[in-house]
């Protein structure tokens, strides 16, 4: 059987693959959504869901840094990765142990191949076309709701000091076009570039500053920090794991955007 992951790279299996360690949280999720649990063998600390999987699955580390010894003792017949979660120097080291498919996600488009992929993969065609299905259909409610609202500006926070924040090229970016919010750092050099908070006004003046829950804890301080830079933002605290999440977990963030707009 051969398959070509989402960076290109040609993979040739003599059996479905049946020991898998996944390195991503949201792609862990959705191989449990998929069917795949007793298939998962190890995880990284950062998979927290299903909530019960920490404390059955191996833990191999985080997503920039494993541990490739515990990783060897699984004995995986695949690790799953991702172009923007792992290094290309993990990646390269674990192809040493077995085959190593690399997703790369920029939008809603490359998660409903990733799923259709991971169906062909694992050999769960029919669960993959459900959740699918699934995803297209809520994704055209969501269309209908949002086509009224209008468009508003926005920085949406991802770290602080330095502070950065997400540009153009990442499936938040996507996320918030989605929901009529112009991300006024879409133009600026890199997927998640660092900026000067005294500059935000002069850079895009938002209608709202979006801090993320992940992968930075921001607190109340932060966004007094960050307000007095703004002229008339709305600081608002969004749950990270609905804008940036792949997989499954797109089913969930509809039902959450429409509430957000309810609030803001």
Excluded at 71 to 100: G, R
Excluded at 174 to 184: A, C, D, P, S, T
Excluded at 199 to 227: C, M, N, Q, T, W
Aim: hydrophobic share 40%.
């Amino acid at each position: 059987m051969q398959f070509t992951d989402q960076i290109g790279t040609q993979h040739i299996f003599e059996a479905t693959p049946k020991r898998i360690v996944s390195l991503v949280p949201s792609q862990t999720e959705l191989l449990c959504d998929l069917g795949l649990e007793d298939a998962i063998v190890g995880i990284t600390k950062f998979c927290v869901h299903p909530i019960h999987f920490k404390p059955t699955k191996a833990i191999v580390g985080g997503t920039k840094n494993v541990r490739i010894d515990k990783i060897k003792a699984l004995q995986p017949d695949i690790i799953i990765c991702n172009k923007e979660e792992n290094t290309q120097e993990i990646v390269a080291e674990l192809s040493q142990v077995c085959p190593v498919w690399v997703t790369d996600i920029h939008t809603i488009a490359d998660n409903l191949q990733m799923i259709h992929d991971f169906g062909q993969l694992f050999n769960k065609r029919t669960e993959a076309q459900k959740w699918i299905d699934k995803i297209n259909f809520i994704y055209y409610d969501f269309q209908q709701f949002i086509k009224e609202k209008p468009i508003k500006k926005v920085a949406y926070f991802i770290w602080a000091n330095p502070h950065m924040v997400a540009g153009n090229d990442t499936f938040i970016n996507e996320l918030l076009q989605l929901n009529h919010f112009e991300n006024i750092y879409k133009e600026k050099e890199g997927r998640y570039p660092e900026i000067e908070l005294k500059k935000i006004r002069l850079e895009g003046d938002p209608d709202y500053v979006f801090l993320s829950s992940e992968p930075f804890p921001f607190k109340d301080e932060h966004a007094f920090e960050i307000g007095r830079f703004t002229h008339h933002a709305k600081t608002v605290f969004v749950d990270g794991e609905m804008f940036s999440w792949y997989g499954s977990r797109l089913l969930k963030a509809f039902d959450y955007f429409k509430l957000l707009h309810s609030k803001i």
